[in-house]
T-cell receptor, first 115, second 115 residues
Framework: GAVVSQHPSRVICKSGTSVKIECRSL??????MFWYRQFPKKSLMLMAT?????????EQGVEKDKFLINHASLTLSTLTVTSAHPEDSSFYIC???????????FGPGTRLTVL | AQSVTQPDIHITVSEGASLELRCNYS??????LFWYVQSPGQGLQLLLK??????LVQGIKGFEAEFKRSQSSFNLRKPSVHWSDAAEYFC?????????????FGSGTRLSIRP
């Protein structure tokens, strides 16, 4: 069964509002989780590494004030898209590393549409 | 910096025919290599991975991949495709072997199956 869940699976919001996406590790306490963004017909681009109890590490070009990441517990990381605009519309996917460090497990993704 | 190239954006093969999806990587050290499949509405699923040892790796669903260091390649193969194999396939390279190791994805190859 699934080991990483995301909520919601789909969200539509108005421009200027903020949206929070949750990523849960269901079977393993994950000190590190990852957030990706996938554009239509494109690859997954790593946005940031979420670290439990400390600040996230953002990839170059990703606005940290725009995409707020909180990893307050070992099983939950959240991504908040602040003041969303239509160009933020995308598919957001989270993942965590398995206990033996040799595989990442991915959530089913969240489709964000900003009107 | 590490990178992954999948030169084929879209491939169509007939059901029952053999398949090879190409993947080339750029990485300074010993790479950790993965193939993932993404079906519509579903999360990424790991098909197979290579860390060390035998360069021919067997995966799930009848897939295999061969690591060729001299060619910096990790091509995915299947001797006989099924209609259910239609999906997006991503080759990826992992930075390392720790709880914070990132994965860098290729741009993906969309596989269509001709009846």
């Amino acid at each position: 069964g699934a080991v990483v869940s995301q909520h919601p699976s789909r969200v539509i919001c108005k421009s200027g509002t903020s949206v929070k996406i949750e990523c849960r590790s269901l079977d393993f306490q994950a000190t590190t989780m990852f957030w990706y963004r996938q554009f239509p017909k494109k690859s997954l681009m790593l946005m940031a590494t979420s670290n439990e109890g400390s600040k996230a590490t953002y990839e170059q070009g990703v606005e940290k004030d725009k995409f707020l990441i909180n990893h307050a517990s070992l099983t939950l990381s959240t991504l908040t898209v602040t003041s969303a605009h239509p160009e933020d519309s995308s598919f957001y996917i989270c993942s965590r590393i398995g206990p033996s460090y040799n595989e990442q497990f991915f959530g089913p993704g969240t489709r964000l549409t900003v009107l | 910096a590490q990178s992954v190239t999948q030169p084929d954006i879209h491939i169509t093969v007939s059901e029952g025919a053999s398949l090879e999806l190409r993947c080339n990587y750029s990485y300074g050290a010993t790479p950790y290599l993965f193939w993932y499949v993404q079906s519509p509405g579903q999360g990424l699923q790991l098909l197979l991975k290579y860390f060390s040892g035998d360069t021919l790796v067997q995966g799930i669903k009848g897939f295999e991949a061969e690591f060729k260091r001299s060619q910096s390649s990790f091509n995915l193969r299947k001797p006989s495709v099924h209609w259910s194999d239609a999906a997006e396939y991503f080759c990826a390279v992992g930075e390392g072997y720790s709880s914070a190791s990132k994965i860098i994805f290729g741009s993906g190859t969309r596989l269509s199956i001709r009846p």
